[in-house]
C-alpha cells in the first residue's frame, strides 16, 4: 500500500504533480504586485496612447481589403500592438485549445496535437491537463505568440453543441479543477491565457444573438462555478467573454456578467477581451469589456477613436479607459510579457510534445462495453478486418478555430465546400497515426486489411474472414454548428451493424466529439470512445486495444439514451435558420430563446438524477481490464476518505467518485470529488477529499449557504452506479465568493 491520494475537491488543494520542467505560474501575489506596476505605467501614459492596448485585429489575410499585418505581428487570432516608448510589448494571440491553431494552414508551420478537451477531461486527471497546457504554452512562446485563447470551460448543457469536443465536461468541479490546471500549465510560460467564453455559451446554433434565460443562482451554481473554481485554481489574466446574450444582455456588453459577478464578487483583476465579433457598441467598454478582439468582424470600431471621445468628453469615461489599461498592463506585467517576451523561431522538441499527448489519449479512451472479454486482443491474432473511419489515414479531429494540424498538416482533409479560407475551416481534418498502421505494429503477424466501409457486402465479407473486426466510426463536430441529432452520419450505423451481424467478434472504436447513438450496441462484443484524439490518437487506440494500456477513461458527459431525455428536445433555433459560422442572425429581426431555467442548476447527470432516467452511458462511467472496489468510506466536517483497491489481475486506474446524493433527506446529486488513482494488482490506497463547501450550497445574494442538516454522501463508479453512502450532520454555513 503506497502514499495516500488527496482528491481535488477545493479549490485550494494540489495534487502531488510531478515536478513540471517549466517556471511557475502567476500566483495571486505576483498580480497584485503587476496591478502597482501598471497603475504606474497608466499614469505616465499620454491620452493618444491610452486607446493603443484596447483594440485587436486579426493579422490574416481573411478579408478582399485587409492591410498588411504588423511586421513583428505572427499569422493567429489576434495582435495587439505595443507601446515602444513605455516598453510594453504588443499581444500576439493565438487559439489554443487544443494546441497553436492552424489557422487554416496559413503560417505554414504545424504544432502538438493534444486530444480534444472533452477527452482530455475523460482522464479526469489534472496532471494531463497541467502537463497538456504547459507543452503548448512551450510551443506558442516558441512560435513568437505570448496569448493564448485557452480555457474553454463552457459547460456541456446540451450534448449536440458543436464545441462540446473543445470544452470539458458538464459538471463545475470537474471542469473548474481541470481547466484551472490547463491554465496554470499555460502560463507556467510566462504568457497570457484566457479562460472563455464567459459565460453560458452553451450552444453555437444562433450563437452570436441567442438569448440565455436563466436565474442568477442556478447561473451561479453552475456555469459561473467552473469558471469561479478554474480562476482560482488556474489565476488566467484574461478572460474572452462570449457571442451570446444572457439574460437579454450581450455577454460582452453585461453589467452584471463583467463589472458585477467576474471583476466585483470574484474579485478578478485581469482584463477581459471580447469574442471575435461579440462587441455591439462602446458601451460594452462601461459595462466592463475591456478589449476589443478582431475588431474588423464588429460592425464598427469602437475601442479606438469613438473610446478616446468618449474619454475625453467625460471623467467617469476616462476613469474607465485608466481601468481598462491597468488591467491589460497587469496582466502583461504578471505574465512578464516585457522582460521575457516570445520570440517566432525558437527550438520545439515536437517528440517530447508528442508523448505529452500520446498520454493524453491513452487515458483519455474509455471502454464502453466489453464482452466475454473480447478485448485485449491477442497479439498473435491471424486475420484483422479494419474498416472504416478513415482508419487509414489518421484520427478525425474538431473543425474551428481551434483546428490543430501536426507538422506536416492533416493526413486526410475532406472538403465540405466554401471558398479560400472559409473552405479550409470546413473541412474534416484526420491527423497523426493511423490506426491501421498501429494495428499492424502491435500485431506484426497478423494479416490486416483495410476496407473504409462505402461497399457494406464488401467489409461484411472482410469481417467474416477474419479473427476479428474492428470498425472505425466517426463523427465530425465543429464550432459554429450544433448537431441535429446523436446519429453517426453516412450510413455508418447499418455498415456497423451489417459487420457485427457478420463477426460477432466486432470492436467498435468511436471518433467522436459528442455522446452518439448505438443501436447495434447489443451485437457489437466491444466498444471503445477514443473521442478526436489527437496526432498520437492511433497509437493509443492501438495501444488499449492490445492490452499495453489498460483503458481508464471515463465519461465526463452523459451519454443519453435519446433526446426525450434531455431538458430540451432540439437545440433552441435548430433548423430556424442556415447554420453559418459567422453567426450572425439571417434578418435584424430574427430571434432565439434558450430557457436554461428548466434545468436551471441541474446540468447534465444531475437533470438525470433528478428525473430518474437511466443514460446511455452515465456521467462518469468507464470499464477497465481490471476490476476495483471502493469501500470504508468517512465523512468528518467537509474531509472525506476511503479505500480504492485493483481486486483484479492487472494494473490499472480507476476514477473514485464522491458524490452528493440527499440534502436535509431530499434527493440531490452534485460530485463533490474526485481522482484518478492508479493500483498495481491486488493494491488498495486510501484516499481523502477536502469537499468545497459551495458545492453542498445554495448561492443566494449574500454567499453561498449551507443549511444545517443532514448531508449524504456515496461513493460512485459513476453518477448512476453509487455503492457505500453515508450521512452526516453538517452545521450552517455562509461562504462568500
Ligand atoms: C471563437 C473563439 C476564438 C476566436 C478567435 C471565435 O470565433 O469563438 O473561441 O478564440 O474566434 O479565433
Redesign the pocket.
Same mark, same amino acid.
Given at each position: 500500500m503506497s502514499g495516500k491520494i488527496v482528491l481535488l475537491a477545493s479549490a485550494t488543494s494540489l495534487l502531488a504533480l510531478a515536478a513540471p520542467a517549466f517556471a511557475q505560474a502567476p500566483t495571486a501575489a505576483d498580480v497584485a504586485k503587476a496591478q502597482a506596476r501598471a497603475a504606474a505605467t497608466v499614469k505616465a501614459m499620454k491620452p493618444e496612447e491610452k486607446t493603443i492596448l484596447t483594440k485587436g485585429i486579426?493579422p490574416l489575410p481573411l478579408f478582399p481589403n485587409a492591410p498588411k499585418p504588423p511586421a513583428d505581428a505572427v499569422a493567429g &487570432?489576434?495582435y495587439i500592438p505595443g507601446i515602444a516608448r513605455l516598453g510594453v510589448p504588443a499581444l500576439k *494571440?493565438s487559439?489554443a485549445?487544443l494546441g497553436v &491553431?492552424y489557422v487554416m494552414g496559413l503560417r505554414k508551420d504545424g504544432s502538438t496535437a493534444m486530444p480534444s478537451g472533452v477527452a482530455q477531461a475523460a482522464t479526469w486527471n489534472p496532471e494531463i491537463l497541467y502537463k497538456g497546457g504547459a507543452t503548448i504554452g512551450a510551443e506558442a512562446r516558441a512560435k513568437g505568440f505570448n496569448v493564448l485563447?485557452a480555457g474553454?470551460v463552457n459547460l456541456t448543457r446540451d450534448p449536440r453543441n458543436g464545441r462540446t469536443f *473543445?470544452y470539458l465536461s458538464e459538471d463545475p468541479l470537474l471542469s473548474g479543477t481541470l481547466v484551472g490546471e490547463a491554465i496554470r500549465g499555460i502560463q507556467s510560460n510566462g504568457i497570457i491565457s484566457?479562460i472563455?467564453?464567459w459565460a453560458l455559451?452553451g450552444q453555437e446554433t444562433g450563437?452570436k444573438f441567442v438569448d440565455i434565460r436563466i436565474a442568477e443562482p442556478a447561473a451561479r451554481e453552475s456555469d459561473i462555478l467552473a469558471f469561479q473554481l478554474g480562476i482560482e485554481r488556474g489565476q488566467p489574466l484574461s478572460v474572452?467573454c462570449a457571442?451570446n446574450k444572457v439574460n437579454g444582455d450581450q455577454a460582452c456588453a453585461s453589467d452584471w456578467l463583467l463589472n458585477k459577478v467576474l471583476k466585483k464578487d470574484l474579485g478578478w483583476k485581469g482584463f477581459v477581451m471580447s469574442?471575435?465579433?461579440a462587441v455591439p457598441g462602446v458601451e460594452a467598454a462601461i459595462n466592463g469589456l475591456d478589449q476589443q478582439?478582431?475588431a474588423e468582424l464588429d460592425k464598427g470600431v469602437f475601442f479606438t477613436d469613438v473610446l478616446a471621445a468618449k474619454a475625453k468628453a467625460d471623467p467617469k469615461w476616462a476613469a474607465r479607459v485608466d481601468d481598462m489599461n491597468q488591467r491589460i498592463l497587469t496582466a502583461i506585467y504578471a505574465a512578464g510579457l516585457d522582460k521575457n517576451d516570445a520570440k517566432p523561431g525558437g527550438a520545439i522538441d515536437y517528440d517530447a510534445h508528442a508523448k505529452v499527448a500520446e498520454e493524453a489519449a491513452k487515458q483519455a479512451i474509455v471502454l464502453l462495453k466489453n464482452s466475454g472479454n473480447v478485448l485485449p486482443l491477442a497479439k498473435n491474432a491471424k486475420r484483422i478486418a479494419v474498416i472504416g473511419g478513415y482508419a487509414n489515414s489518421g484520427v478525425l479531429s474538431g473543425g474551428?478555430?481551434?483546428q490543430t494540424n501536426p507538422v506536416g498538416g492533416p493526413k486526410a482533409a475532406i472538403p465540405l465546400g466554401g471558398d479560400g479560407p472559409w473552405a479550409a475551416f470546413s473541412a474534416q481534418h484526420y491527423h497523426g497515426t493511423a490506426p491501421l498502421t498501429a494495428i499492424q505494429a502491435q500485431a506484426k503477424n497478423a494479416e490486416v486489411t483495410y476496407r473504409d466501409g462505402s461497399i457494406i457486402a464488401d467489409a461484411v465479407d472482410q469481417a467474416k474472414k477474419s479473427d476479428v473486426a474492428i470498425v472505425f466510426a466517426t463523427k465530425w463536430s465543429t464550432?459554429?454548428q450544433d448537431h441535429a441529432d446523436f446519429s453517426l452520419p453516412n450510413g455508418q450505423d447499418a455498415l456497423i451493424a451489417a459487420v457485427t451481424a457478420a463477426n460477432p467478434r466486432t470492436i467498435v472504436v468511436l471518433e467522436t466529439g459528442n455522446p452518439v447513438a448505438m443501436p447495434w450496441l447489443g451485437s457489437a462484443a466491444a466498444v471503445l470512445e477514443a473521442w478526436f484524439g489527437g496526432m498520437r490518437g492511433g497509437d493509443a487506440i492501438a495501444s488499449v486495444l492490445f492490452g499495453e494500456t489498460n483503458p481508464s477513461g471515463h465519461l465526463p458527459i452523459t451519454f443519453p439514451a435519446s433526446a426525450d431525455q434531455l431538458p430540451r428536445q432540439k437545440v433552441d433555433g435548430y433548423w430556424d435558420f442556415e447554420p453559418n459560422?459567422m453567426g450572425d442572425p439571417p434578418t435584424p429581426d430574427t430571434k432565439v430563446t434558450a430557457d436554461y431555467n428548466i434545468e436551471g442548476s441541474d446540468v447534465g447527470y444531475r437533470w438525470f438524477a433528478r428525473k430518474g432516467q437511466k443514460a446511455l452511458f452515465p456521467f462518469g462511467y468507464g470499464l477497465s481490464y481490471t476490476s476495483f472496489e471502493q469501500g470504508g468510506l468517512n465523512v468528518k466536517g467537509l474531509t472525506a476518505s476511503f479505500t480504492v483497491k485493483n481486486t483484479g489481475q492487472k494494473a490499472g486506474a480507476t476514477v473514485a467518485q464522491l458524490y452528493l446524493t440527499k440534502r436535509g433527506g431530499e434527493a440531490k446529486q452534485r460530485l463533490v470529488g474526485f481522482a484518478r488513482v492508479e493500483l498495481a494488482a491486488g493494491e488498495a490506497k486510501p484516499v481523502s477529499v477536502t469537499i468545497d463547501p459551495r458545492l453542498l450550497a445554495d448561492w443566494t445574494p449574500k454567499g453561498w449557504v449551507v443549511k444545517a442538516g443532514d448531508y449524504s454522501f456515496a461513493l460512485g463508479e459513476d453518477a448512476e452506479r453509487l455503492g457505500q453512502s453515508v450521512t452526516v450532520k453538517m452545521p450552517a454555513k455562509l461562504v462568500k465568493d
Open positions: 486579426m &487570432a489576434g *494571440e487559439d485549445s &491553431a485563447l474553454g *473543445e484566457t472563455k467564453h455559451n450563437r474572452m457571442y469574442d471575435w465579433g478582439s478582431g474551428g478555430s481551434s464550432e459554429g459560422f
